[in-house]
């Protein structure tokens, strides 16, 4: 009974050490758009609670319904290392199409856990609102202080709140530095 109990053991540690060890490749990121119904948040690692995804995605179709502007985020534990953060999130912005073609208006918000690392990718549509220092700002001032923290639910949802205002001009956010 013992060897069975340490062979069980055994294959349940390398499955959740193998699970643990996910690295993610643009292209293997799954697609929200893909998933039965319309949405924008990609938590393959499920990081973020079901609730935080459910809000986000609910309050991200109400802003592509009200503006055209099209934003997707991702948060996954860890990424291959043959790109940076920010090489992934240009590739997978432009792997997923986000944004309406015609106006170039999207935006990907991307986590990657393991490397404490945030990036924005902003279409060409939208840099005149979704400056480098604006989406900086979002990330420093709403965003780190929860994820320092290791409260992803908030971090995401602090900086989607306030691209959201940004996006629908519903309130400024101070940009001085």
Known sequence: CAPLLLLLLFCCHTLLAQQKSQKWKYKDVPDPKASSGWNYVSNPDTILKDFTVTTINNWLKDLESSTSNQVAVVIVKDIQKDKTPKEFATSLFRHWGVGQKDKNNGLLILLVVDQRRMEFEVGYGLESTL??????????????????????????????Q????????????????
């Not at 979002?138 to 900086?159: F, H, L, T, W």
């Open 131 to 160: 400056t480098d220092i604006l989406t900086k700002q979002i990330q420093e001032r709403y965003m780190v202080p929860y994820a320092k923290s290791g409260d992803y639910d908030n971090c995401v949802i602090a900086g989607v």
């Open 162 to 177: 306030q691209v959201i205002a940004v996006l629908k001009q519903e309130e400024p956010v101070n940009s001085d530095a």
